[in-house]
């Protein structure tokens, strides 16, 4: 039985990251997709074997090998033995991609003969906890998503999975709260307790993961939260001010304009 999911994506386009959709142990069928796919795919191999083409160039794909294929990428995939079995996640988010550009990894990778259960374990986590949870799924999963990303990295970089293995918590449980907790007053030192470290040190991690530091990295999450609101909801601008974590409408109009290039009203928009 194919363990697949596509979760109802809603208000997890906000997210820094999120899951378009999952599946684990799957046999996979031949894909030819001259217009490549939509979003960024990352894929582990467990049985069999199999072959990806990108530019002209063919990949033989053997058990423990993971694969990357960015969104937009022309790619073919098919099986060359009796079955072939993947794990694989397809996801954005407004931080996906460019924390991957960061990386230097948005680009077709290969890497073989690599230890991929770490990987196999954390999609089984993400797969289970959108299945058990079709409301908030994906919100829990997106940190998850954000390990299984370190977790190529590693793999990317010919470093074992231990190298950083308390750092890609931390920030995970950062994260996770960030989205949970950023309508509250949060402060860099509730960030730093909550990971479990310095506030040098997280804000080390920050910049080296995402080039912000962690207080500008919360105030982006609240500008998306608020961008959401101005469209969808009746509520007053200095009422989604408050409820996306800024002191007063003031300082909401201030940071919104600096970051949007327009004022919340012309965002908008007339109603």
């Not at 790619?75 to 407004?94: A, N, P």
């Not at 986590?125 to 079709?134: A, H, N, R």
């Not at 860099?188 to 040098?200: P, R, S």
Request: charged share 20%; with cysteine; aromatic share 14%.
């Amino acid at each position: 039985m194919q363990k697949e999911i596509f979760p109802i994506i809603g208000n997890e386009k906000e997210l820094p990251f999120y899951v378009v959709g999952i599946g684990i142990e799957c046999w996979q069928y031949p894909v030819n997709r001259t217009g490549g796919y939509e979003y960024p795919q990352l894929f582990v191999a467990r049985e069999g074997e199999g072959e990806v083409t990108v530019g002209g160039d063919t990949s033989k794909i053997t058990p423990g090998t993971a694969f990357f294929i960015p969104a937009g990428c022309p790619h073919e995939y098919h099986s060359t033995s009796e079955s072939w079995i993947l794990d694989w996640v397809c996801f954005s988010g407004t931080y996906a991609v460019n924390m991957l550009e960061q990386w230097s990894l948005n680009r077709y990778r290969c890497c073989a003969g690599c230890d991929t259960e770490r990987m196999h374990r954390i999609m089984s986590k993400i797969y289970y906890t959108i299945k058990s949870d079709k409301l908030y799924g994906n919100h829990y999963a997106s940190a998850q998503l954000y390990d299984l990303l370190i977790e190529y990295r590693m793999i990317a970089d010919n470093r074992p999975s231990s190298f950083s293995s308390g750092n890609t918590a931390a920030l995970a449980y950062v994260l996770q709260y960030i989205e949970e907790k950023y309508a509250s007053q949060i402060k860099l030192g509730d960030l730093a307790e909550t990971a479990g470290v310095t506030e040098q040190h997280l804000c080390r991690l920050f910049k080296k993961n995402f080039g912000l530091s962690p207080m500008e990295y919360l105030t982006k999450v609240r500008i998306q939260h608020a961008k959401e609101q101005l469209i969808y909801s009746p509520k007053t601008i200095g009422e989604i001010a408050v409820d996306t974590g800024f002191p007063d409408s003031s300082y909401f109009a201030v940071v919104f304009k600096k970051q949007e290039k327009l004022t919340p009203g012309e965002y908008r928009g007339p109603r």
